[in-house]
């Protein structure tokens, strides 16, 4: 499905409710499956977290998590761990090109049977679960934090516990964070020390109901939003000033921008103020990679030009999303240069009408590109990739406004 986008009067007024994190969720239910005490509320109901669901319930065979990629690291481990049970973890064709022999050599360090089917350090894997007896390991952090979330999630239910020394650079450290919150919030000892993290075995949890805060990179699109437009009062439910989540720091980036964001009985308020336009804006992205197309759209619809660095991530992400951002701001008249790491846009005065946004696989691609439409009109190529984290993204835009019509291509 095509979509094309404009939106009449530019002004944005109106209420969303998003789901809740998808990232949260996905920790949780892995948690649940490992101590069912747990009870869970406000769970994403994104693609993402269903296939993780639905994989959790297997009792063995073909497991296809998609283009999930905590679904695929965390199930790693957990079924790793399982012991007795045997499965083919695998995922979209694009999942087999996403790296994941950090974590399989350090699940092996610690005794797990793991074995790759097609190409050496990546999906499609057969595990065949066993006690892990050993509780300690060693991993690379500079590739994906995701790795030692996968790791830390097990940690408590091994019979010895686990200590991680993280080697390297530590990227998306602010995951790594919500993994060790989210241990404490069960009363699972857990500490994360310079490059050391260490978590206590525990046998069995207290029943308690963690509130899955909705999701702020899905609430990224909204700050995009009142920032494109010309005025307007957006209400984000289930939100809170202490998240757990690191893109909830796009409120320090949007103010840069003229959004000024207050709290409110688990609601966040967005208002657009007058505000002078940075010329450049220099930020590194290092804890928040998936704001990074976000902002680089909203840079582009406003003129200003940025400098994002820290961005080593984005390319073993569902796309290469720096090629993918170089290509798509470019039809629209921009100048931009990318590194391995880093991405650089040159303030652009006029935008070009009618641009096809294709969107390679990536939800983000879609849903950083829709608030454009606020400035020029444009179409998105297979709009439906949204759901991967937010399906209800076009409703809930049709809902502020937004005129969205299906188009063949
Ligand atoms: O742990 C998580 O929930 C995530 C970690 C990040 O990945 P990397 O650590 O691979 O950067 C992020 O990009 C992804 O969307 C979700
Ligand atoms: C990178 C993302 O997800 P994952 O790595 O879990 O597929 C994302 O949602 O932007």
């Not at 991405?343 to 009618?354: D, K, V, Y």
Request: aromatic share 8%; glycine share 6%; proline share 3%.
């Amino acid at each position: 499905m095509n979509v094309q986008l404009s939106h009449p009067d530019t002004n944005l007024f109106g209420e969303i409710q998003i789901t809740g994190s998808k990232s949260e969720s996905n920790r949780a239910l892995v948690l649940k499956a490992l101590f069912p005490s747990i009870s869970l509320s406000n769970l994403s109901n994104s693609d993402d977290t269903s296939v993780l669901q639905k994989a959790l319930k297997t009792s063995g065979g073909l497991v296809d998590i998609h283009h999930a990629g905590t679904a695929m690291r965390f199930l790693t481990a957990y079924f790793a761990s399982r012991e007795g049970l045997e499965v083919v973890l695998t995922g979209s064709s694009r999942m087999q090109e996403r790296p994941i022999e950090l974590l399989v050599n350090a699940l092996k360090d610690l005794g797990a049977d793991i074995n790759y089917l097609e190409k050496e350090g990546f999906p499609p894997l057969k595990i065949t679960g066993k006690k892990l007896l050993k509780s300690s390991v060693n991993v690379q952090a500079n590739i994906s934090s995701q790795y030692i979330s996968a790791l830390m999630l097990i940690g408590a239910s091994l019979p010895n516990g686990l200590i991680i020394n993280l080697e390297g650079q530590v990227t998306s450290a602010p995951y790594i964070n919500m993994t060790l919150k989210l241990l404490h919030y069960f009363d699972i000892e857990a500490k994360f020390e310079g490059q050391v993290i260490t978590i206590q075995s525990k046998s069995k949890l207290e029943s308690r109901t963690f509130e899955i805060e909705s999701d702020w990179s899905s609430a990224s699109y909204y700050f995009s939003i009142a920032a494109l437009g010309k005025q307007g009062q957006l209400n984000l439910k289930n939100y809170k000033k202490e998240s757990l989540q690191g893109d909830s720091k796009i409120i320090r980036i949007y103010h840069e921008f003229g959004i000024e964001t207050s709290f409110a009985d688990n609601e966040i308020l967005l208002l657009k103020n007058n505000f002078e336009k940075p010329k450049n804006l220099h930020l590194d992205l290092r804890n928040m990679p998936d704001l990074a197309q976000t902002i680089a759209v909203t840079c582009l619809g406003l003129g200003i030009g940025c400098e994002l660095k820290g961005l080593h991530t984005l390319k073993i992400k569902e796309t290469d999303r720096l090629v993918a951002l170089k290509n798509e701001l470019e039809k629209f008249g921009a100048s931009v240069e990318i590194t391995d790491s880093s991405l650089s846009l040159a303030p652009c005065s006029t935008l070009r009408e009618n641009i096809e946004v294709e969107t390679y696989n990536d939800h983000r691609m879609a849903m950083a590109f829709a608030p454009l439409a606020l400035k020029v009109p444009l179409r998105i190529k297979d709009a439906e990739v949204v759901s991967k984290s937010y399906p209800e993204f076009w409703e809930d835009l049709e809902s502020i406004g937004f005129s969205i019509e299906k188009v063949s291509s």
